[in-house]
């Protein structure tokens, strides 16, 4: 980013740069100018570039000087490599565009350096940059020369050492304020001189050494021996309380002369590690709190003077606090708060449950139980002077629940059946068990768990189980409790499904049994044709075996099993089948997998025979219907004659008759000989005109 920053800041340059190489380029003139300023300043071990533009001539002769010695030369876009100077092998890299980079630069690369390009029929041009590699300042020491200053004295001089930097510049500084070359003063190489000094010299002196990369500051407190007068006492940093692990100085100073020698006083010893006064405590713990006491002797005067610093160091409680509530005879309530460790340790208290009771580290608090407390958060609110928490807690009433069944089989063969009551509650809710109206207790039949939560029933005979009656449990806490009845069943399957592969080579087998059944194991049978063995062949003759066969034998807590190298050609049908030990439940209903039955061997013959017998029943019948139809219409044809009174039942609308077109002609039609041998009073009456019945279409399905 601070690249990034840079080339943004450089960009007008750039521009015009681009700009004038572009319009020399124009005279095909040799050009070359730096890419950015020609002052770099760069920390020692980076790498940093020198970087050049050049245009107006391919392929120019580069050649990078420091000062006036060569240090590296390159012909551009050449197959050979640079040759670099000795003391740059590593170091110093020419770029193809004729920049020199410096790889983890030392700080003696510091200089100026002169690229020359050179191009045969284009003369000579250079660019000149200055380096400055500068260190990072440290392990600065500032020291006195002499050791104390003395009111009266010629001169008195401090003077900073380091292992390691350049100094760009430095400042130095007399209780904050720049000190600059006076009479009073003097600031040569690394040495600031104070002459004359006097007791207005006493204070805090320091040097700030810097450079582009870095920069230091080291104080040097002065005193001009003349007490001592009263101690100063300090704890840096100055705070209320320090928490275990952190590091703070004590410092003891005083007037005098000469200058007392302080000394730290703990638990009434005298404390080694200090050095001027300036005590370093490191990671401290709390068996490192309390008064400390720094004592001062003038060795001319004999006078003593002592003065006390207390530090606190506390120490933070372990983890989170964590709350509790637990049952009290199954009446009362109990919510505890605990949060271990700590100096001093945490307060605890129930807010919500009791505005005046509290404890330190673990607190607990009976209430009696009520509905008010049921599904209600109650919260601990745990203050230690380092941080403050809290913990919840929700007492809750057993929640519904639902028996879960367990079947196995023991090593003496028993049949042994664990149901489990569990009940989401909080205090954990405490189970009771009975069987009809009887209570069930532990013996050699029923085991109840440590938690009461698990009832075992052991036993040879399945019907031990079946024929037994009711059993309840129930869970009961102070807040409440859930009673459930049930009744174990046989080995019985709920539900069942099969999923074939896309191949139908494979199929699963997926099953569920009711909660409170007692199962033992499953047998997983199929009727059809063996399975394929992995050659590909059958393991026996295709379809010799018409009955249900065992082909897979499951636990009883097993819920699917898979079947291999099916025959996707083949019908199969499978089932399971639950069991009780030696007791067989209902088989689960029929899967069934594969093309189809098809049909046998008398049904394709008797469909062959069918066929030629019903294209003549086809024939005859389509005869028989043209025979009727010629009958109807030689009577439609027939003479009418008149219908006496005794059989004109029904009035018959006739419809209009439509002329033909010849009678359009003027042909008269043919006289109506029906109406001719009616009486008067029969002319009104209309015949009825027949009407041949409708064809009737008939089929034949074979």
Known sequence: MTWLKGIQKLRPVLVSVLFILTSQGANCQLVVSPVGPTLVNALAGTNVTLAVFYSGASDPVVTWFKGALPVGTWTINTNFSPDIANDGWGVLEIERNGSLTFKNVPQRFTGSYTVELTKSGHGTVSVTFTLNIYEIIQNVTLITEPHFAQEGAERFTLQYNMLQGVVEQEIWRFNGRDLQNSTRYLMEGTSLVIFGPNRTDKGSYSVTLMNPFSSMTMHKNVTVLYGPDEPIVEALAIQPFYKAGDSLILSCRAEGFPLSIPQWIFGGKILPDFHQGVLNLTNVQTSQGGSYTCSLLNELTKEK??????????????????????????????????????????????????????????????????????????????????????????????????????????????????????????????????????????????????????????????????????????????????????????????????????????????????????????????????????????????????????????????????????????????????????TDGEPSKVHRIGPGDGLSGSAIAGIAAGIPCSIIALILLMGLIFLIFCYHKKKSNKTRYPVSRAVEKVKTIQPKAVSHNILNRGLRPPPDYNNLHQTPSERSVTLPMFVPPAPVRVATTV
């Open 305 to 582: 003077r002592e003065k006390n610093v207390t530090l606190k160091v506390y120490d933070s409680p372990l983890g989170s606090p964590i709350c509790s509530v637990a049952s009290v005879n199954n009446t009362d309530l109990q919510y505890q708060c605990k949060w271990a460790g700590g100096m001093p340790e945490a307060q605890l208290s129930f807010p919500a449950l009791s505005n005046i009771n509290s404890g330190a580290g673990t607190f607990s608090l009976i209430v009696t139980s009520s509905a008010n407390l049921n599904d209600k958060t109650i919260t601990c609110l745990a203050e230690h002077p380092i941080e403050q928490n809290s913990c919840n807690i929700t007492a809750k009433s057993p929640r519904n629940f639902l028996p879960a069944v367990k079947t196995s089989v023991d090593s003496d063969g028993k049949i042994a059946v664990t149901i489990h009551c569990v009940s989401e509650a909080s205090p954990q809710a405490v189970v009771s068990w009975s069987q009809g109206n009887e209570s069930v207790i532990t013996g050699s039949t029923y085991q109840i768990s440590s938690d009461t939560t698990q009832l075992k029933i052991r036993s040879h005979n399945i019907s031990t189980f079946l024929l037994a009656p009711n059993y309840t449990c129930t869970c009961r806490n102070p807040l409440g409790s859930q009673r459930k009845l049930f009744q174990l069943q046989g080995p019985t399957i709920s539900d069942s499904s099969l999923f074939p592969n896309q191949d139908g080579t494979i199929i699963t087998l997926t099953w569920e049994v009711p909660p409170t059944s007692v199962v033992t194991g499953f047998d997983i049978q199929m009727k059809g044709p063996d399975l394929l063995s992995h050659s590909g062949d059958y393991s026996v003759p295709r379809g010799s075996s018409k009955e249900y066969r065992i082909i897979q034998q499951k636990p009883g807590y097993a819920r699917s099993a898979d079947v291999f190298l099916l025959d996707p050609d083949m019908t199969y049908r499978f089932r399971i089948i639950p069991k009780a030990r030696l």
